[in-house]
């Protein structure tokens, strides 16, 4: 994840970039070790200097690395001709590598090639079974065709062999989600909350999961996470708030009837509904009206 002084330093030089103020080639390394994606331009800074014979062999032995960036930048803004260009010199250079290999199959990819990406890609694995990049790409292949059950299968044979990919688990989480499998999904968060579990996120996707299957029990474990997600953010976290609220009224329609022992302490509710109605009052005054009728049509 990119911190706040990490973008604003590439802002800054992507300002500087565009203005005339130089920096190019330090631009280019930043968005590559930040891992963002500005395609367009990337594409047109990197050309600027791959188009310049003296730029270019002030490189040195990072000339291949740029080619790469600005190959893969241009299948994502579709100028393929470009693309293909800047494989053909890596081709050239590199003629028996994998890693090339991997840009003609993502190149086959941009043109809607499907199956010839897909006999690239299956080749390339018989050497390098573990090769991650090369399965991620066939999951990336399946959703960009539509096939979601295609890409939740690779999802599952990928994580068969990353189990601690946390990427792979969430994307594999929020396709269970789209898709209303939310059994599956809820398996999903709980292997993440298992290997990260100072993350709030988690642990509010789980508890949204949770109290859309609905049950007691499901509810009452949905409030604990929702709880463990305002715990894990200093109480900053308005869904997880309006979240024990809703389970909460949820729980009492469900306990209508049973005896009073049954039914639990209504402090924690209480308290969600008070940091509510504290946190709207101080960001939101012309709103709180609006919470307040809504928590109360709650009975909280």
């Not at 890596?90 to 993502?106: A, C, H, T, Y």
């Not at 059994?183 to 996120?201: D, G, M, R």
């Not at 049954?262 to 101080?282: F, I």
């Amino acid at each position: 994840m990119v911190s706040k002084t990490e973008e604003t330093q590439l802002n800054r030089l992507e300002n500087q970039v565009d203005n005339g103020g130089g920096g190019a080639w330090e631009y280019l390394c930043l968005v590559r070790k930040l891992k963002v994606r500005r395609s367009e331009k990337v594409l047109k800074h990197g050309l600027s200097i791959l188009n310049d014979p003296k730029k270019r062999s002030a490189l040195g032995p990072e000339e291949w690395t740029l080619y790469e960036q600005v190959a893969i930048a241009a299948m994502d803004c579709q100028c393929l001709d470009v693309a293909k260009d800047c494989i053909k010199v890596l081709q050239k250079k590199f003629p028996d590598s994998k890693r090339v290999g991997r840009l003609e199959g993502m190149l086959l990819e941009a043109k809607g090639s499907w199956a010839e990406a897909e006999k690239a890609y299956s080749s390339l694995l018989e050497d390098n079974p573990l090769d991650q990049v090369i399965h991620k790409r066939r999951v990336a292949m399946a959703k960009a065709q539509g096939n979601i059950s295609g890409a939740i299968e690779w999802l599952n044979k990928y994580l068969e062999i990353f189990m601690a990919d946390h990427d792979a688990w969430r994307e594999l989480a929020e396709i269970y989600v789209f898709l209303q499998m939310y059994k599956q999904a809820a398996f999903c968060y709980e292997e993440l909350i298992l290997s990260q579990p100072t993350v709030p996120l988690y642990h509010l996707a789980y508890a949204d999961v949770l109290y859309t299957l609905g049950g007691p029990e499901n509810l009452q474990t949905a409030k604990k996470y929702y709880a463990s997600s305002i715990d894990l953010t200093g109480g900053k976290n308005t869904r997880a708030l309006f979240g024990i609220c809703l389970c909460t009224s949820a729980i009492a329609q469900l306990s209508k009837g049973r005896n009073k022992e049954d039914k639990e302490s209504p402090e924690l509710q209480s308290l969600a509904a008070t940091a509510l109605e504290k946190d709207y009052k101080q960001r939101a005054a012309n709103k709180l009206g609006l919470v307040t009728s809504a928590l109360r049509s709650l009975k909280i």
